[in-house]
């Protein structure tokens, strides 16, 4: 008789199958870029912990997929006549994770410790708040300092963010170990760089839009594996995939993507005025600029560098969103012009250094528009960077052109405001117009859509003609997920929101 | 016995404080700010002063390594300035997934390596010496990453043998836990077989060709004795040393095997902490690594005495 293996490998062949096998039913698995950093949302600074917040952690309001505010927590609000204080009417029918009951309250309580916790990280954002009062057992009014009309828009991200009362006030500034918010999910558990589990919470307000149990966020830094877990069943859906990706997603059946152009941008930041490296002629005269943003082929980067998944780009806004100044499409290549400018500004050919990432899309793309300009009489060299020594020599001005990336905001002046403006605080450009700041100081104060608007509209039109900024593409997020996922909407902040998707493997 | 550890502990500390002061030194010659590579996109000015202070970099640089002197010695190696968690905790987690990963690697190098090397200097210019130097050829040529990718795609992806990438901790669920190691550490283990299998065919090729091999040859003494029992006892001292050098190495890291199969270890907290000016965990990363080296090079003579009695008198 033959003899058979032994009952010991038997169990270790069926375990190996067993564990072999992919996620089990109504756990979603999803694939992060980066591992987030400390999950309280008030310290917290990085792209990976907003998208478990989302999961987690409920907002005064939300963002639909046109970038329009709409109720969260709050069900509906009011600015003043004069953009000086805001009125918002909250849910009554939401306890936290810990039972502890939402209410203006809470919201009090929440507000003042983004603006007192000596970690918080959202000061700068509620700046403008003066003071919150209960002005009823689920309303809220916050009175401004100054006008401000963007503050709507910050309830909408990390500064809008209600977390339990109780619990914040027990742990401090250690709530980050244990996150108790409003959110669909509550945070299970967390080990550092491999995995944050998340569970449905029973009492969620809008349960029935909850379709899933049990989500794993799993932070697989290198885009080819998490499309490759993506793949072999580890995971469900896969964030922030690389456009380099692209081809392997169509070609897989199973899979489907979602692209959808961010709220950032890529773009060149030119020394005009901070500190001596600025007195260059691409620095002083705005000739040379404008002759080194015709001479570069922006379709052709998406193209080349993004597979067609980026959006080329001209302001600070991208041509798909509601506050992008329409007189000023973007434009084609065209080096005879820029040949035109240059020889106008007297220059024959010009020597420029230009800094950036040591990524290699940002080095791909930097060889390109090398070349792209060579061609109209600019001689660049190029300077690869890593990350810490960049940012530092940009803030400090020791660059001429440096190549950056801004993630982006909801509200326009998020995009703009602290960029252009004499005393903004990432004003590395040294860039300064007081009829810029009128505007966009302006701007900041219009409860009024179509108004800002106008106002934008015209900073728009001188930055695009001084162009502290050379704006080339808007970024897309990338997401994919497999045949079992449903319902799942890609937004232009790049979250992931969990309402309605339903996972069937 | 004992007197030989103690006096190399402490021939030791003397070199980790070297270590240190020299990491210290480099990483501040650095350019980039911690603080502002921390900020990222939100820079508010009152919280980078906040943090300078809290983590007293306006302090001169001697200042600063006196203080993270004075609180290693009360052992407590800092605070991570990018995730607030004590940096010892970051390395009480990651170390154990790095020893793993060494280990397993190790045992792929060796159970590969070693046997290659003697079968090789045994069948000296014949087609398996020829093979074996080929595949260690190839083992040291074919970059890691490259090789982990492929084998994501065919066994993971194609084949759905093994999870493509991830951890996990051999006490919770050792299955699985083995069952992602298996494809990192084959990777790390080829490439060090490689080196491993070339160093033992040297060493043994050395050894068989002396006066007293072919004594216990002329007394009749059957080949895999002579091979196993006179020659590879002889010819292990450096396949040791390399082995324990290549293990210190493994600790130190295998950045871009980890962050291929997204293993939570040493190298992508090594990295990461570079690239923000995260100083508190990079010192005590390197002070954890150096001690590594130096546990290891112990170990090595130790094992030298146990393999070689003549040595043993030096003890």
Redesign the interface.
């Known amino acids: 008789m033959k003899r058979f293996p032994s009952s010991r490998v038997a169990l270790?062949a069926l375990?190996?199958v067993a564990?072999?096998l992919p996620a089990m039913a109504n756990e979603l698995r999803i694939g992060l870029q980066d591992d987030p950093?400390?999950l309280d949302p008030d310290?917290s600074?990085?792209f990976a912990g907003r998208i478990v917040y989302t999961a987690v952690c409920d907002k005064l309001v939300d963002l639909s997929p046109d970038v329009e505010i709409i109720p969260q927590l709050a069900t509906d609000w009011e600015y003043s006549d004069d953009a000086t204080s805001l009125v918002l009417n909250l849910r009554d029918d939401v306890v936290f994770h810990d039972g502890t009951p939402f209410n203006a309250e809470a919201v009090i309580y929440n507000i003042n410790r983004s603006l007192t916790l000596?970690?918080s990280?959202r000061?700068?954002e509620l700046a403008s708040v003066d003071t919150v009062t209960a002005t009823g057992p689920y309303q809220v009014t916050i009175a401004l300092k100054s006008p401000d009309a963007s503050l709507l828009a910050q309830f909408a991200d990390r500064a809008g963010m209600m977390v339990s009362p109780a619990a914040a006030e027990e742990a401090g500034?250690d709530l980050?170990n244990n996150l108790v918010c409003s959110g669909p999910f509550t945070f299970v558990e967390r080990?550092?760089?491999?995995r944050i589990v998340v569970e449905k919470f029973a009492d969620y307000w809008n349960a029935d839009a909850i379709k899933i149990d049990r989500v794993v966020y799993?932070?697989?830094?290198?885009s080819?594996?998490r499309l490759?877990?993506l793949?072999?069943?580890?995971l469900d859906l896969a964030s922030r995939l690389a456009p380099t990706d692209i081809p392997a997603i169509r070609a897989d059946a199973d899979l489907t993507e979602h692209v959808v152009t961010g709220l950032g941008y890529g773009a060149l930041y030119m020394n005009v005025a901070n500190g001596p490296r600025s007195e260059t002629p691409i620095g002083q005269d705005k000739r040379v600029r404008q002759a080194f943003s015709k001479a570069i082929d922006r379709a052709a980067l998406s193209q080349i560098i993004y597979e067609g998944t980026a959006s080329p780009g001209n302001q600070a806004f991208p041509p798909n969103s509601p506050w992008y100044n329409k007189n000023f499409p973007v434009e084609e290549r065209d080096v005879e012009g820029a040949k035109a400018l240059l020889a106008e500004a007297g220059i024959d050919r010009l020597e420029v250094q230009l800094q950036h990432p040591n990524t290699p899309i940002m080095s791909q793309m930097m060889q390109v528009v090398q070349a792209m300009v060579a061609e109209a009489g600019f001689d660049v060299r190029l300077q690869a960077l890593?990350?810490?020594?960049q940012?530092?020599?940009q803030?400090a001005g020791n660059y001429e052109v440096s190549r950056t990336n801004?993630?982006g905001r909801a509200d326009p002046d998020g995009s703009i405001h602290q960029f252009v403006t004499c005393e903004g605080?990432?004003n590395d450009t040294g860039y300064c117009n007081e009829e810029v700041d009128n505007l966009l100081n302006a701007a900041r104060t219009l409860g009024n859509p179509a108004k800002r608007k106008e106002l934008y509209d015209q900073a728009t039109a001188i930055l695009i003609d001084e162009l502290p900024v050379i704006y080339l593409v808007h970024e897309s997020y990338i997401t994919a997920h497999d045949a079992g996922v449903t319902g799942f909407v890609p937004y232009p902040d790049g979250m992931i929101r969990l309402e309605n998707v339903t996972d069937a493997d | 016995m004992l007197r030989f550890v103690l006096k190399r502990i402490l021939i030791a500390l003397p070199t980790l404080l070297i270590v240190s002061i020299l990491v210290f030194g480099l990483q501040k010659l650095l350019p980039g700010d911690p603080v502002l590579a921390l900020a990222g996109e939100e820079r508010d000015p009152e919280t980078l002063a906040r943090l300078r202070e809290l983590y007293r970099l306006n302090d001169p640089i001697w200042m600063q390594y006196l203080h993270w002197l004075g609180d290693v010695l009360k052992g407590d190696l800092g605070m991570s300035l990018r995730t607030n968690q004590p940096v010892l905790v970051l390395i009480a987690e990651k170390l154990p997934v790095t020893l793993q990963l060494a280990t397993m690697s190790m045992i792929f190098a060796m159970v590969i390596g070693i046997p290659a090397g003697i079968l090789a200097a045994t069948r000296k210019n014949s087609w398996i010496d020829w093979i074996c130097n080929v595949v260690a050829l190839s083992g040291l040529s074919i970059p890691n990453f490259w090789l982990g990718i492929m084998l994501i795609l065919l066994v993971s992806v194609n084949l759905g043998w093994l999870p493509a990438s991830g951890y996990e901790s051999f006490f919770v669920d050792p299955v699985r836990s083995l069952q992602t190691m298996l494809m990192p550490s084959f990777v790390l283990g080829t490439a060090l077989a490689a080196t491993l299998m070339r160093h033992t065919r040297s060493a043994m090729l050395g050894v068989l060709s002396s006066d007293y091999i072919r004594t216990a040859r002329a007394k009749g003494l059957p080949g895999r004795v002579v091979v196993l029992g006179h020659a590879f006892r002889n010819a292990v001292l450096p396949v040791i040393t390399l082995s324990a050098l290549l293990f210190g190495e493994l600790i130190g890291g295998a950045v871009l095997t980890e962050q291929i199969f997204t293993i939570p270890g040493f190298g992508k907290l090594t990295v990461d902490a570079v690239f923000n000016r995260d100083y508190a965990v990079v010192q005590g990363i390197v002070l954890c690594i150096a001690a590594g080296f130096l546990v290891m090079n112990l170990i090595a003579d130790i094992l030298y005495a146990v393999f070689n009695p003549r040595l043993r008198t030096e003890l």
């Open positions: 270790t375990l190996l564990t072999g950093d400390v310290q600074r990085t000596p970690e990280r000061k700068s500034a980050g080990i550092q760089q491999d799993l932070p697989i830094p290198d080819t594996v490759a877990n793949q072999s069943g580890e890593e990350f810490a020594t940012l530092a020599e803030s801004w993630s605080g990432i």
